[in-house]
């Protein structure tokens, strides 16, 4: 029995440490696209980022099945113990040298189930 409780605890430290990474490089990729933009006088930010994207969000892609579904989802489900779970699946899906939109292996109705619990939580 305490053998049991101490490969679960295990795992779960070792789950906590891949979602402190996933996001430590998301944030980081977050920040580097902001300082870039905020050190080239000449460049604009409305030509490279969609007019849907607000400040404070960030696109993600829902692709599993026929058809891929784009998402836009507020910075604050970086927090979001369900939404981390995809991030961390995307991480070992894909990795993370991974230019442009965010790919998450999900079913879009999966993410909206998520988006839209969080919304109902939130009120």
């Known amino acids: 029995m305490a053998k049991s409780r101490t490969t679960s605890t295990t795992c779960k430290k070792k789950s906590i440490v891949k979602l402190k990474i996933v996001v430590e490089k998301l944030q980081r990729s977050f920040s580097l696209g902001r300082s870039k933009s905020s050190s080239n006088s000449n460049f604009d930010d409305s030509k490279n980022v969609p007019e849907d994207v607000k400040e404070g969000h960030f696109a993600v892609i829902a692709v599993d099945g026929d058809e891929p579904k784009r998402f836009v ?39 909206e189930k998520i988006l839209d619990e969080d919304q109902k939580w939130q009120e």
């Open 73 to 111: 989802v507020a910075l604050s489900y970086l927090t979001h113990p369900a939404f981390l779970k995809l991030l961390e699946q995307a991480a070992e899906e894909y990795g993370f040298d991974h230019e442009g939109t965010l790919m998450i292996p999900c079913q879009p109705s999966e993410l």
